[in-house]
Every structure is written in C-alpha cells, then in structure tokens.
T-cell receptor
Framework: DTEVTQTPKHLVMGMTNKKSLKCEQHMGHRAMYWYKQKAKKPPELMFVYSYEKLSINESVPSRFSPECPNSSLLNLHLHALQPEDSALYLC?????????????FGSGTRLTVV | SQQGEEDPQALSIQEGENATMNCSYKTSINNLQWYRQNSGRGLVHLILIRSNEREKHSGRLRVTLDTSKKSSSLLITASRAADTASYFCATDDSGGGADGLTFGKGTHLIIQP
C-alpha cells in the first residue's frame, strides 16, 4: 500500500460544530504531517508527528487539535472554527531520517466553515 | 513561513514544447523536492535532489540544483496536456529528523493542445 487516505473528502461545518479529519497510511512511515492550503497558495505546515509524538506545532490556534493514536493514524480535531479556516487540509507521511524519497500526500479534505 | 520564490508564477506553452520553472530558497537545505498538484487536490512527488547533487533526471523531468545561488530549476521536456498542473518546489532542511517541507509559491503550468 503506497497511499495516504484522508476522510472525509469534503466537509461543511458550522462555527459551533466539532468535527474530525482522519488520515491513514500503511507504508511504515514514522513521520506524519498536517498542512493547510488556501486557494492559489502553497501548503503551509501545521503539525509534525515523529514516532507518534508531536514534534512541531507551527503556532496553530488551539481550535485545531492533532492526535496520533498509533503509527498509522493521524487525526485533526476541529472545534469552534472560523470562516477563514476554510481551506484544503492535507495529510502527508514520510520516513524519519535522511530523505531518500519524498513525502506521500493524501488527496486532502476540503473544509468549508459556515 | 514560505522558503522561497518560484518563477514564473504562471506559464502557458504549446503541447510538445519544453517547460522550465525556477525556484529560489533562503536557508541551507538537506534536499529539495518538486511536487505536482492537479486542481487543488493532493500533491504528487516528482523528484528529489540532495544538496550534494547538481542534476537529476527522471523520465521527461530534469532538475538542477545550485546551492551557491540557492536555486533550482525543473525542466519538463516534450510537454503533454496532462502536464497541466501547479508545480511546487519544497525544501527539507532537517538534519536527519522530520521537520516538514517548506514550499515555494508555485508555478501554474498550462499546456495548450
């Protein structure tokens, strides 16, 4: 299996809702990432997990809460989001250590906050 | 924060022509990678070049890296309509861990049939 699977593909949520984005990979990668991408902009790093531990938080607001239950799964819990949080959320995975290969990205969750 | 700039921001060429995109970055790197993104969906890894390499080929792709100028270029030869996409360079400055990639602003490539 050489894929990163993200669910759901689309999500519309109100500003008072709580929802979760899910990401799964079975490539044995021990680093997993969340990126946020606005239209016509490059992806921006949000969180990095290395060996299931949060290693980087790029000053992301607390209304975004990541979780890594095991080496194959990555969740992003959403609560009290704002309309400006509407974006494409991308999950990625990679090996830890000197890179031989690139990152593997999922196809993303397109989030709309209303 | 964004690592660097890519130019051009948009490029439109005829099918069969070659397309060249450039990327500049600011900090020292471990490697530089190029990705393709179709219609705002997931990114697909194209090629990785390490900081001690100067040129790399993969099929119709040719990547160069000049660490003294902190720049890279991606050449796509004999372009096809299916190459229409956004192309991003991304730098990895981790020394052996996993620090995440920093992406350039991207080039939107349109191949006219």
């Amino acid at each position: 299996d050489t894929e990163v699977t993200q669910t759901p593909k689309h999500l519309v949520m109100g500003m008072t809702n709580k929802k979760s984005l899910k990401c799964e990979q079975h490539m044995g990668h021990r680093a997993m990432y969340w990126y946020k991408q606005k239209a016509k902009k490059p992806p921006e790093l949000m969180f990095v997990y290395s060996y299931e531990k949060l290693s980087i938080n790029e000053s992301v607001p607390s209304r975004f809460s990541p979780e890594c239950p095991n080496s194959s799964l990555l969740n992003l819990h959403l609560h009290a989001l704002q309309p400006e949080d509407s974006a494409l959320y991308l999950c990625a995975s990679s090996q830890v250590g000197p890179a031989q290969y690139g990152y593997t990205f999922g196809s993303g969750t397109r989030l709309t906050v209303v | 924060s964004q690592q660097g700039e890519e130019d051009p921001q948009a490029l439109s060429i005829q099918e069969g022509e070659n397309a060249t995109m450039n990327c500049s970055y600011k900090t020292s790197i471990n490697n530089l990678q190029w990705y393709r993104q179709n219609s705002g969906r997931g990114l697909v890894h194209l090629i990785l070049i390490r900081s001690n390499e100067r040129e790399k080929h993969s099929g119709r792709l040719r990547v160069t890296l000049d660490t003294s100028k902190k720049s890279s270029s991606l050449l796509i030869t004999a372009s096809r309509a299916a190459d229409t996409a956004s192309y991003f360079c991304a730098t990895d400055d981790s020394g052996g861990g996993a620090d995440g990639l920093t992406f350039g602003k991207g080039t939107h490539l349109i191949i006219q049939p």
